[in-house]
């Protein structure tokens, strides 16, 4: 679908993207030591590290891609919502406050404190870069994905745009205007999702069977876009899709619930039936062409597992196994994400650490819950654009008013800012800090490591803003999927085991992330997801046999600490 | 076994003795995390049934899990500010 841009949303919109830089300014023209740049002074209040917590973790994955997905598939979309919160347990009880006892600036810092070892600092290092970009693509996507309906601009626009933004973010004054942006992005998100539920809960649910004829989308070989045959513009473009045809039995005669509680609406809701759309792809000489076709499902079948994990009801092993490796994956990746455990390092102490992921877990927690009415909500509101799960959200938002939708987009945006100023500050840290200074020995003042940190975050930022035009068509949920594998691979066996087993050594602990690291990426990129959706080639070429490694490559890691560990002499602590 | 490094602002043994209930807490909601899976991939039929406010077992759970994670996280902060 095309989209029109407001004045409106274009003010609200440059408003908040003003305001956020020149808070950025305002905090950096104080002076910048490093312990500044890289962890605010360790002097953050665990309310506002609570916060930020939130604003850092509730990326466009979670806003824009989970409720894109119970937007489009029901009941899936919530699985994810779960997982990522269920992370934070391992946080809380396992990792919080032995990182905030054993780091400085970095995951490597952690993970290294006991042997001072070179080889544990470059192989954490490698793996923090790799994290990082893997999480930051789907960051961009959505950032993308948000700039078009909101400036008119295409995809590419909106990227740079983001990329420019955070990379100023980051370079003026580091982790202080980081943890703001993100304390600031994360209240606004929860306060507003909370103002969109009460809408939803309002309106209640209408009938509204629309226009149910099929859609299609063409794209010639010389780049011309059809719809339905015909050029595409704004008086002929695709209607928006996803509406309720009837209401439960109890209803009878009556086209509206009126305001529901927010029980009752899920109970309405799957006594429902509702018109979701799906689509098929197809190429000829003419073009490329995506149909859109009307497809009538009970609520009760869109309220249960299996809309978007198809395996859950076709009975194939693979497909559970791959959903089961998801679901772990989601469950130890949290605790392994290097942007989040750097927050652990603004606070003061562990008291400090232990209140704040409280704190964070209450607001992740509060907001996830909301994501169920949102992606219910965007399902019935005859709102969504069918070629883009992604903007779910938003645009329920514009169902209600076009100021909100300027609203809702512009902390969309915000929820980008945050997330992607936490990954660019994690891995600059791991630029400056870990490989030049610990790895290649490279003495740096205070104000050089500042400036090497600044160096990496604007590199970083440029090659954020090419892998988010490259992956443009990806649903971002399913990309930060990617990032927890990989996470949870490297980082997990490596923390878990130097915290509760003695014997552990920096061989095992190396061995361990460099294997995690490379196996996950590995399968990820021999996986059937990747050889369709970024080689383009078919499903049945892939050689694993289900595409999420996690169920696999953590325990892997954890058997290749212990052997190589077993295998080495141990090394008496520092 | 390793004890985890003491918490800055506890004595030793308290720290350890935190240490040990946030790990009970931990295999609490493991256990939790890990039946509601189960259910998903071997019974997903029981999810369908709707024992409280017409609402299915699947949003209920989902919703629980969510609460329970936030209620076991309080548990323990508030454990150790009152020790």
Redesign the interface.
């Known amino acids: 679908m095309s989209h029109e841009a407001s004045f409106a949303a274009v003010a609200i919109f440059t408003a908040f993207v003003l305001g956020v830089l020149g808070l950025s300014f305002w905090l950096g023209r104080r002076g910048q030591s490093a312990a500044a740049y890289y962890a605010a002074h360790g002097q953050i209040h665990w309310f506002v590290n609570g916060i930020a917590f939130a604003g850092d973790y509730l990326s466009a994955a979670s806003f824009l891609g989970i409720c894109g997905m119970i937007a489009f598939s029901g ?1 899936d979309g ?2 994810y ?2 997982g990522f ?2 992370g ?3 946080a ?3 990792i919080a ?2 990182i905030k ?2 780091g400085t600036y970095t995951l490597a810092d952690a993970l290294a404190s006991r042997f001072g070892s070179r080889g544990i600092t470059l192989a954490v290092a490698i793996s923090t870069l790799v994290v990082s970009i893997f999480y930051l693509i789907p960051q961009m996507v959505g950032a993308g994905a948000l700039v078009t309906p909101l400036l008119g601009l295409p995809h590419a626009a909106g990227v740079v745009l983001v990329g420019v933004a955070v990379t100023l973010i980051v370079v003026t004054a580091g982790m202080v205007s980081t943890t703001w942006v993100q304390f600031i992005k994360g209240s606004l998100l929860v306060l507003f999702c909370g103002l969109l539920v009460a809408l939803i809960l309002g309106r209640g649910l209408t009938v509204n069977t629309g226009d149910l004829t099929p859609q299609v989308r063409t794209v010639t070989p010389d780049g011309r876009v059809l719809v339905d045959g015909k050029p595409q513009s704004r008086e002929h473009d695709l209607r928006p899709v996803g509406t309720l045809s009837a209401l439960p039995a109890r209803y009878a005669g009556r086209t509206t619930t009126g305001p529901l509680g927010p ?2 609406y ?2 309405v809701l ?2 429902s039936t509702i018109v979701t759309w799906k689509s098929t792809r197809t190429a000829d000489e003419h073009g490329v062409h995506v149909t859109y076709e009307p497809v009538t499902r009970s609520g ?1 079948e869109l ?4 809309g978007s994990f198809k395996g ?2 076709s009975g194939r092993l693979a497909d ?1 196994l791959d ?2 490796s998801l ?1 772990l994956a989601l ?1 130890c990746g949290t605790a392994s994400l290097p942007h989040i455990l750097i927050r652990y390092y603004t606070v003061k ?3 400090a650490a ?2 704040s ?2 704190t964070g ?2 607001a992740i ?1 509060v907001f ?2 909301m994501t ?1 009415y949102l992606g219910l909500g965007a399902m019935t509101s005859g709102a969504l654009d069918p070629t883009d799960t992604n903007m779910a959200a938003p645009l329920l938002a514009k169902s209600f008013s076009t100021t909100l939708f300027a609203l809702v987009s512009a902390i969309a945006f915000t929820t980008v800012l945050g997330t992607v100023s936490g990954l660019i500050m994690a891995g600059s840290g791991a630029v400056a800090h870990d490989l030049v200074s610990r790895v290649c020995g490279v003495p740096l003042t205070d104000h050089e490591k500042v400036r090497c940190g600044r160096i990496a975050a604007v590199c970083l930022g440029v090659v954020a803003m090419g892998l988010g035009i490259l992956f443009k068509d990806f649903n971002v949920g399913f990309l930060v999927g990617w990032a927890f594998n990989i996470a949870a691979s490297a980082n997990l066996p490596a923390l878990v085991m130097l ?4 014997r552990t050594t920096a061989a095992g602990i190396i061995a361990a992330v460099t294997v995690g690291m490379v196996a996950s990426l590995g399968w990820i990129l021999l996986s059937a997801d990747t050889f369709e959706k970024v080689y383009g080639l078919s499903r049945d070429l892939a050689p694993v046999p289900f595409s999420q490694p996690g169920l696999v490559t953590i325990p892997l890691g954890f058997v290749v600490l212990v052997v190589v560990s077993l295998l080495t002499p141990p090394r008496p602590a520092r | 076994m390793t004890k985890p490094t003491a918490a800055h602002d506890e004595s030793p043994p308290a720290a350890a003795r935190a240490s040990r209930t946030g790990l009970v807490l931990f295999w609490i909601y493991v256990l939790l995390y890990g039946g509601f899976m189960g259910l998903v991939l071997v019974r997903p039929d029981l999810l369908a049934l709707r024992p409280f406010g017409g609402v299915n077992l699947a949003i209920l759970a989902g919703l629980g899990l969510i609460v329970a994670a936030f209620g076991l996280a309080l548990v323990s902060m508030l454990g150790r500010e009152t020790r």
């Open positions: 009941y919530f699985l919502a779960i919160l269920a934070w347990i391992v809380l009880f396992v406050e032995p006892a054993l029980l009752e899920f109970s799957e006594d009760a309220l249960q597992p299996g859950l009801r559970r959903f089961a679901m469950f102490d562990a008291a232990r209140k992921t409280v877990i209450a927690g996830y819950v169920l915290l509760f087993w003695r």
